[in-house]
């Protein structure tokens, strides 16, 4: 199912890993104290390199990862344009989340207020854990490393496995983009190998990490982050099932529409998209389903192959577990490269969620009959923590605001009449959700509010100006965007 | 060393627990689903109610703890003013970090932007396991309630075994006031005993705890919290030393200032304070240390009863661990009820930290005398996690920025000749730091910004405007900060 050809890199030594790790840490202080503008044009730097050696670095992601051209000349543009953006967010400088507290003798607290000035730092050296399914997106320059070093961190990457050859070529792109821009040397560091990762999830120096990939592969970095003498924030990104919850209306009114958006939706990229629709809810009997069988026989649809081996292996695993349930059977496809759709029932879901709320991770999903509203609320009530929740309904529908309160209370991203695989890197975005689909339910993977997993806030109380950071100064030298005794002020 | 009369409250039974904590879990949904104005409402309503029975509340609290009328009437007043600045957070809406993208079919992404709406909701039932030093302002009905509450979530407090019996006063005074403003029952739920703070930390409906007290006890919750089949954030504020470095420069200038300021600090509310300083910093043969001789030697410094037998053995075993250290001698003090000053020089500690930068939870202080600069920063760059670190020096000191430099990377508030005693209750306050000063160093226990630990964001997509929450729709009906497209807005 696979033909990736990936050379494969040597583990990082133990003892690499450590010079690795403490050249961060010697980083994260001249890191810090760099200007904002400074840090700002490091990740334009660093777009710009990956931009003008796209010709070099797509094709070495199709030998790795089977990926077609398009989807990731599309990905590279993305994770360029992810760096600008984490740029100009370092400019606007929100991120500082200033607050000052002037002296208030006054305060109705009982006690005067004295100065008080707040401001976020950088956690310290960050662990990067690279997705095998985004090579440049949630990779060596992705959204994480783009955060991190946004967030005045340095970052330690640990390459994924499925495309250790492109890791090592951004890699150099970085390290070329960062030492033209008179970063410190340390800053960023590229790791291979399990035990490499381990080594440095581990290392004292290390104060936060970041992780896209499986429930039992993030679950284990989870335990070894928070077993730590010192516990770290552990930022896993992990499993879901991105339920899709279809009304009696809409599966009646747009039932041509919704099986062609569901069999892109599930193929697209091979279903290896952590927000690719595992389940998707529909009335018994829905005109949908005959589409979808129509659509699936005159013109199967092709997937292409997996990423790599682990990948194909871990999908036919998945897909086996629910396939061979007594109440799950067969609906269309599976064959070799091809998309599967696997039915059941919405009782059948609810009397062994256990079993059939599992994610496959590939071109798969499970078609559930619901017999009534009843039923689908039920259903959409009991899908555990989720990264997206999606509800196709009419405006028109009853049932609307009930399912859309059941996907908030289980999603961080809930959709209406939208399929959840598109993720838009935006201000607003929020990619996240509560365990399993992350192991941080308050933050975000995604999006300019993901910088905030690697800082902390420090306040100054009673500092005189000359020995306060720019940052805090009452003339406000760096225009930033701050409150001032509770109110908003620039 | 303490003559407390706590009358015993009998343990919450396990059937009990879990009745409390599903009704804390029915009470999720609605409670969050309330107007701001009805959760500000009912804050105040506490705050009101809590002040309208200080005449009982303050002497029960005396019997209970042994701390002083004045003390506790200050904290009272420090609680209520606590809650109904959170009343005024809920009603600003800051904390609900509205952003709005419009959607954007050119969006340089190389996709279209769909509208994205994103908001924090209150994370669910939230544990409050309270302190035992701060009966009033961090316990049943302080800060981590108050903010959980604002944040939209039920909240179970595992009551503080120094004052039992307030602690159900304080509790029936605040479901009263929840049952005046018709908040959902088991909105507030109160539990006694280790075995049910364990039971409701590791319910499966409880979605995050917040914790003031020990490093060991605090850790052991931790770990419980992490250990879950769902993990869940543990807010946990644990142990610090507080270090304070005086510059040579200050220690001539102001020797008289600083020995009374230090025996304020170290004796008030017999030193079971969390920012107590337990480390000072002084030049070899300072004048501050004659200065400190002559005070204890002409009035020895009360301190008062400590709060209980759990606290008072512990901190005979802390002193007692430092005190026959080979390289410590006491100074000063250290009678009944009398504050106890030990020495040793910064060699010492910088050769042995693990025994010697060990908190002592009560009225004692160790004074470190350092050779030379170098020494101090040495020292100030070994200090580890703290809640604070504060500086003493002049402005025109040489080493103030470098010793400013390493309270930063240590701790959470850094102070300029200040006592960190004092911990104002404002927005741009910081009361956490680096492990093992907290379990999660983004966040702050004290201060409007606290509200954020109970907090995840969801994000709308594409979801029309009728079924959008109020906050989200773009006429703005509650008059919320935002930021539209980026950028701030009302």
Request: hydrophobic letters at 45%.
């Amino acid at each position: 199912m696979t033909g990736s050809t990936v050379e494969s890199v040597p583990d990082t030594t133990s003892d690499a890993v450590n010079l690795i790790v403490e050249a961060a840490a010697a980083a994260a202080k001249p890191w810090a104290a760099r200007d904002l503008t400074d840090r700002a044009m490091a990740l334009r730097a660093i777009a710009d390199r990956l931009d003008a050696y796209a010709a070099e670095l797509i094709p070495l992601a199709m030998r790795e990862t089977q990926l077609a051209e398009p989807r990731l000349a599309g990905e590279l543009r993305r994770t360029t344009f992810q760096l600008r953006l984490f740029a100009q967010t370092v400019l606007d400088g929100d991120f500082l989340g200033v607050r000052i507290d002037t002296a208030d003798s006054e305060w109705p607290m009982g006690a005067p207020r004295p100065d008080l000035r707040r401001m976020n730092i950088g956690l310290g050296p960050v662990v990067n854990f690279a997705a095998s399914n985004f090579p440049f997106a949630f990779s060596v320059a992705g959204g994480d490393t783009a955060a991190a070093l946004a967030a005045g961190c340095p970052v330690i990457v640990k390459a994924s496995p499925g495309h250790p050859m492109l890791s090592q070529a951004v890699g150099r792109l970085v390290d070329e983009a960062l030492a033209e821009c008179v970063a410190p040397s340390g800053t960023f560091g590229l790791v291979h190998g399990r035990d490499a990762g381990v080594q440095a999830l581990t290392h004292p120096a290390v104060t936060a990490a970041a992780f896209t990939g499986s429930t039992a592969g993030g679950r284990a970095l989870f335990d070894l982050a928070s077993r730590r003498p010192v516990p770290i924030p552990f930022y896993g990104e992990l499993g879901s099932i991105n339920p899709v919850f279809v009304t009696a209306q809409a599966a009646t009114s747009r039932a041509a529409e919704i099986a062609a958006g569901l069999l892109t939706a599930i193929s697209a990229s091979a279903g290896q998209l952590c927000t690719k629709p595992g389940l998707v809810a529909l009335p018994e009997g829905a005109p949908v389903f005959d589409e979808l069988t129509a659509l699936i026989h005159t013109s199967p649809v092709p997937t292409g192959e997996l990423l790599n081996e682990a990948i194909a292996d871990g999908f036919a695993r998945a897909v086996e577990q629910v396939r061979t349930h007594p109440g799950v059977r067969v609906l269309a496809g599976g064959g070799t490269d091809e998309a599967l759709l696997l039915g059941t029932t919405a009782r059948t879901v609810l009397s062994d969620p256990d079993a059939l709320l599992h994610e496959m991770f590939g071109p798969a999903t499970l078609l559930v009959s619901y017999r009534d509203t009843d039923e689908l609320l039920e259903l959409a009530r009991s899908v555990g923590g989720q990264l997206t929740v999606s509800v196709f309904g009419e405006d028109t529908d009853d049932t609307a605001r009930a399912l859309i309160a059941a996907a908030v209370d289980a999603a961080g991203r809930v959709l209406w009449n939208n399929w959840p695989t598109g993720l838009s890197v935006t201000y607003a975005q929020q990619h996240g959700g509560p365990y399993p689909a992350t192991t941080a339910p308050s933050t975000t993977s995604v999006g300019t509010a993901s910088i905030s997993r690697f800082l902390r806030p420090v306040v100054y109380q009673s500092v005189p100006e000359e020995l306060l950071p720019l940052a805090l100064r009452t003339d406000n030298p760096l225009s930033l965007p701050r409150s001032v005794n509770g109110a908003r002020a620039r």
